[in-house]
């Protein structure tokens, strides 16, 4: 079964640091998302990307974040200068063309700012 | 805004019992609905959905009813098992291209022998 994948599974990183954290999306899947989870915390909506720009985006996702889709696989996300508060788990999903809003998630980033 | 409210939990369950998972939303349409679990140390994967009100999502036992006159979408299982401890979210998402996934807080359910 077609899957999203992410690397790293894990990273630790210094505060003001940037962090790339990657994702290869579903094949065919035109809509990519980062979600975050904070410890215990809900999953929160971050980012929404569709034909190479962004389509949404939350409060949560200021300058410090970008996003890109350098080629015609890989789907990153940034993060400029890190914070403690970044500390988190990272999601990227995509979905089907369709419309179906289903969102396959891949198993995500641990985000560890000291 | 849209939004939506899990029970708190954590559950905690004998194998076998009976579960059930409260949900109710808030939205300014008619959204479809999402149940998504995160097993330990993994992602989030679909347990099942429901795209319009009546209709009923299932899958590995695991059922939810789209109730548009209460606005819920409680999970319920009749037996579970310990492999069924995970963590349960609760989600919305309108129709068509690239609208997000509003998540509710989440349930974590242990199920002991």
């Known amino acids: 079964e077609p899957e999203v994948t992410q690397t790293p599974s894990h990273q630790v990183t210094q505060m003001g640091q940037e962090v790339i954290l990657r994702c290869v999306p579903i094949?065919?899947?035109?809509?990519f998302y980062w979600y975050r989870q904070i410890l215990g915390q809900k999953v929160e909506f971050l980012v929404s990307?569709?034909?190479?720009?962004?389509?949404?985006k939350s409060e949560i996702f200021d300058d410090q974040f970008s996003v890109e889709r350098p080629d015609g696989s890989n789907f990153t996300l940034k993060i400029r200068s890190t914070k403690l508060e970044d500390s988190a788990m990272y999601f990227c999903?995509?979905?089907?063309?369709?419309?179906?809003?289903?969102?396959?998630f891949g198993a995500g980033s641990r985000l560890t700012v000291l | 805004g849209d939004s939506v409210t899990q029970m708190e939990g954590p559950v905690t369950l004998s194998e076998e019992a009976f579960l059930t998972i409260n949900c109710t939303y808030t939205?300014?349409?008619?959204?479809?609905l999402f149940w998504y679990v995160q097993y330990p140390g993994e992602g989030l994967q679909l347990l099942l959905k429901?795209?319009?009100?009546?209709d009923k999502g299932s899958n590995k036992g695991f059922e939810a009813t789209y109730r548009k006159e209460t606005t819920s979408f409680h999970l319920e299982k009749g037996s579970v098992q310990v492999s069924d401890s995970a963590v349960y979210f609760c989600?919305?998402?309108?129709?068509?291209?690239?609208?997000?996934?509003?998540f509710g807080a989440g349930t974590r359910l242990a199920v002991h022998p």
């Open positions: 999903a995509s979905t089907e063309p369709s419309g179906a809003n289903v969102l396959t």
């Open positions: 094949s065919n899947h035109l809509y």
């Open positions: 990307f569709y034909n190479n720009e962004i389509s949404e």
């Open positions: 939205a300014t349409g008619y959204p479809s």
């Open positions: 429901a795209t319009k009100a009546d």
């Open positions: 989600a919305l998402s309108f129709s068509g291209g690239y609208n997000k996934l509003i």
